[in-house]
């Protein structure tokens, strides 16, 4: 997902997808343990994702803590 789509969500939405998408990562590695993950890209992608949401949910923090000042 583009940082610039994930900007146009709102809070309880990145929350969401942060949760689906650890879930799924969970998932892709019992996957990879067993010997039946296709995609071995995709954890990546979803790591860098799930990163993506994080920074950007920090960033919402820190100007919501610097508005309220």
């Not at 010997?35 to 990163?51: D, F, K, M, Y």
């Amino acid at each position: 997902m583009k940082l610039k789509d994930l900007r146009e969500q709102s809070v309880e939405n990145l929350v969401d997808n942060r949760r689906s998408l650890k879930q799924e990562l969970l998932n892709l590695r019992i996957q990879q343990r067993s010997g039946q993950l296709e995609n071995p890209a995709r954890i990546r992608a979803i790591r860098r994702t799930v990163a993506r949401i994080e920074t950007l949910m920090k960033e919402l923090a820190h100007a919501r803590a610097a508005a309220a000042k």
